[in-house]
C-alpha cells in the first residue's frame, strides 16, 4: 500500500512541477493518468481482467506501465473512448427478435414447465395431452 501511495504522491508532484514551470506549456504537458482503482471507482471497469478483455476486444487505451505493476491511462483517451461507446444497446433482430415479439404478445400461452414435461411425455408415448382432472364438488 505504501508504494501506490508514493507512485500517487509522486504522480501529483509533477504534475504540479510541469503546471508551474514556465518552460513547458500546460495545454501540452499535463496528462492525467487513471489508475485501475480510479477505473474501477468510476465504474468503467470492476477489475483487471475486465480492463485487459476491454483493451483486447473493445479498442480501450492500453496505457502507460508507470512502474513495473503499476499501469495508468490517459485520462483523455478514456474520455473520448467513452464518448464513443454506444449509449443503448441495438434492439434484437431475426430470430430472437421474433421470439421476444411473441413473449411480450401472448403472455398467457407462455406454459409451466410442468405442463411442458407432461405434454413430451404423452407425445412420446403417442398419447393425446393429458386432461386435467376435475374435481366436483357435492352441492
Do not use: C
Not at 501506490?4 to 492525467?32: C, G, M, Q, W
Not at 487513471?34 to 485487459?52: H, K
Not at 401472448?106 to 412420446?124: G, Y
Amino acid at each position: 500500500m505504501q508504494i501506490a501511495e508514493t507512485v500517487s504522491k509522486f504522480l501529483d508532484y509533477a504534475v504540479t512541477v510541469i503546471r508551474h514551470n514556465p518552460r513547458t506549456r500546460v495545454d501540452e504537458a499535463v496528462t492525467r493518468y487513471l489508475r485501475q482503482r480510479d477505473l474501477e471507482a468510476r465504474g468503467i471497469s470492476s477489475g483487471r481482467s475486465q480492463t485487459a478483455r476491454m483493451v483486447e476486444f473493445y479498442d480501450f487505451p492500453t496505457g502507460v506501465l508507470i512502474t513495473p505493476n503499476v499501469r495508468g491511462y490517459p485520462e483523455d483517451e478514456v474520455e473520448k473512448w467513452l464518448a464513443a461507446r454506444p449509449v443503448e444497446a441495438k434492439p434484437p433482430g431475426g430470430a430472437a427478435k421474433v421470439s421476444r415479439e411473441r413473449k411480450l404478445l401472448a403472455p398467457s400461452k407462455l406454459k409451466v414447465p410442468s405442463e411442458r414435461k407432461a405434454e413430451r411425455k404423452a407425445r412420446r408415448l403417442g398419447r393425446a395431452r393429458p386432461e386435467k382432472e376435475t374435481v366436483v364438488e357435492p352441492a
